[in-house]
């Protein structure tokens, strides 16, 4: 299925923050309008956790909040503490040794999402590095309101075979408006893609890929949404996007549908791409012929690839992209609308919004923090994690 895409290219530059962006290969538009000022700082929330990675909600009306640390636990915070929700970890899981986590530079437990009805079937699923170095998706289950998981209840969904390298898992998990299981897969590691598996649609190593976890029968994890761009083909029929790196977190924004994909660069540039929740899939993202804008292999192809919506390149200690989500909250009107991200080893956290029909990227705080990822609570309220061990909330400033 061929990728759709509409509009006019626009692009704003400010080279003294090493910024640049795009809707597509071209760049000769003007600069986009100044942006309002968002108004907003990071205020101490919680500490003393294990590299967490990733914070999320249950969708219950709980006010819970559940926060992977990536050796392998799940700890859930009810307003007073936090305790362990589930444990994967070698050395205290009573789960089999297939969801036993491997933890270690960029391996772990790196994704979790709820489902959607967790209300009523207690449904939960994580994404994580098994012992044999695989990229795994599996369920658990829960009671409803239980302070913990049933670590006995996983089913293994999905495995993808990461033995070769160690880095570029991926790892995000969420559940999309159509009510499909989203994941983020890395390209398998290493420098550069050998395997050029981000253009390859016989591996899941390098996409985004969607699958149905309402529907199985019997032995049967998911099943293929019949709308999926390659679903006909044998082999890659989960596939959503292509031709990604290691998309380090992507979301869905909750006031449009709209889904924002930020992807790790190589050498150079960080990315940020944005399907609108109209789109129906198939986009190749350019991997690895192109990183970001510009052409990093002259000598492999990228059919169809489309640019990034932003991109930043390393100038200033920048090496990482952490996405994040647009902020839905109520405390910070002037956010409302505005997508939030940051780089892991600057800590640079930056916001991009559309103003007048032009993207507009503007750098807002400069902290001292590895952000792992971003967050948001049920209320659409934003959290930054701190992979040392710190979760910040957003605040008004």
């Known amino acids: 299925m061929q990728a759709k895409r509409a509009g006019t ?9 090493g910024v640049s962006l795009a809707g597509c290969w071209d760049d000769d538009v003007p600069p986009a309008p ?5 108004g907003f700082q990071l205020q101490p929330f919680l500490t003393g956790f294990a590299q967490p990675v990733f914070l999320t909600h249950a969708g219950d009306g709980s006010g819970r909040l559940f926060i992977v640390e990536q050796a392998g636990v799940v700890k859930v915070w009810d307003g007073n503490t936090a305790t362990t929700y589930l444990d994967l970890r070698p050395a205290s899981t009573t789960a089999a040794e297939a969801f036993e986590v491997r933890s270690g530079g960029e391996r772990g437990l790196l994704g979790l999402a709820f ?14 590095t098994a012992q044999s170095g695989d990229l795994t998706i599996a369920e658990f289950r829960a009671e ?5 998981a049933d670590p006995a209840s996983g089913r293994v969904l999905l495995s993808e075979d990461h033995r070769r390298f160690s880095n570029h898992n991926g790892g995000m998990l969420a559940f ?5 299981l989203y994941a983020g897969l890395g390209d398998g590691g290493s420098g550069g893609d050998p395997s050029n598996n981000a253009q390859s649609l016989d591996t899941l190593l390098g996409k985004v890929i969607r699958i149905d976890v309402d529907g199985p029968v019997g032995t049967i994890p998911y099943l293929i949404p019949p709308d999926n761009p390659f679903a006909s083909r044998t082999r890659g029929a989960e596939i959503w996007a292509y031709g990604l790196r290691n998309p380090w977190r992507f979301s869905f924004d909750r006031g449009t549908g709209d889904l924002w994909i930020a992807d790790v660069g190589q050498q150079r540039y960080e990315e940020v791409n944005r399907e609108a929740a109209d789109f129906e899939g198939g986009a190749n993202y350019g991997w690895s012929r192109f990183e970001g804008r510009h052409v990093y292999d002259s000598d492999r192809s990228a059919p169809g690839a489309v640019a990034p919506g932003a991109e930043y390149d390393h100038d200033g200690g920048h090496c990482s992209v952490t996405g994040g989500y647009v902020y839905r909250g109520d405390a910070i009107p002037g956010l409302v609308g505005t997508y939030v991200l ?34 948001e609570d049920e209320d659409g309220e ?7 061990g710190d979760i910040l909330k957003v605040v008004a400033a």
């Open 144 to 148: 409803p309101r239980g302070a913990s």
């Open 176 to 180: 999309g408006p159509d009510g499909y």
């Open 34 to 38: 100044p942006a309002d000022d968002t």
């Open 9 to 17: 290219a626009v692009a704003w530059v400010a080279p003294a923050l």
């Open 342 to 375: 940051a780089d892991y080893c600057s800590g640079v956290v930056w916001t991009l919004r559309s103003v007048d029909g032009q993207w507009d990227m503007r750098r807002v705080l400069d902290t001292p923090h590895n952000v792992s990822s971003f967050g």
């Open 382 to 388: 934003l959290y930054v994690l701190d992979h040392g």
């Open 115 to 128: 489902h959607p009805g967790f209300s009523e079937n207690g449904r939960l699923f994580v994404f994580y």
